[in-house]
């Protein structure tokens, strides 16, 4: 286990249980986060043993929230609210089964004050299930 993984998601995170759609922080750096989500069966977004797209994004959305949590809690700050501004590019080649294992990450293009472009790509193993780009404003 590394030290990322060590930290409860739920201090990173403005949004917390039933709605939590991270497991883990697997890494981060200033350009890439990537985040762990086992698709349980109680998941709130779990429909006929697959997980919903609405759930696919709601995990991007939050491995995008738990980098902003984890750079504010390294500097001592509360955690900060983002707003997603944009969503485009959206593909999504399957939805994932219950029991899988989805590795999302988000790459980081541009910051330019309080707006964060990133691109992000959902995997299950070695297999791209989804991928976009998000444009997210950070609230004060």
């Given amino acids: 286990m590394n030290e990322f993984e060590k930290i409860d998601v739920h201090t990173l995170l403005p949004q917390q ?6 497991d883990r ?44 949590g984890y750079i504010s809690r390294s500097s001592g700050e509360r955690v900060k609210i983002g707003v997603i501004g944009a ?10 089964l219950v029991g899988e294992v989805l590795t999302t990450t988000i790459d ?21 299930i989804a991928e976009t780009d998000l444009k997210i404003a950070l609230q004060d």
């Fill in 108 to 128: 980081v293009v541009q910051e330019v004050f309080n707006v964060t472009l990133v691109h992000a790509t959902v995997k299950v193993a070695d297999e791209t």
């Fill in 87 to 96: 969503i485009t590019g959206f593909s999504v080649n399957r939805t994932p």
């Fill in 25 to 68: 922080l697997v890494h981060y750096d200033p350009v890439r986060t990537i985040t762990a989500l086992e698709v349980r069966p109680d998941n709130i977004f779990a429909d006929d043993g697959h997980l919903s797209v609405a759930g696919i994004n709601e995990n991007i959305a939050q491995t995008c929230a738990a980098r902003m």
């Fill in 17 to 22: 249980e039933p709605f939590v759609m991270i």
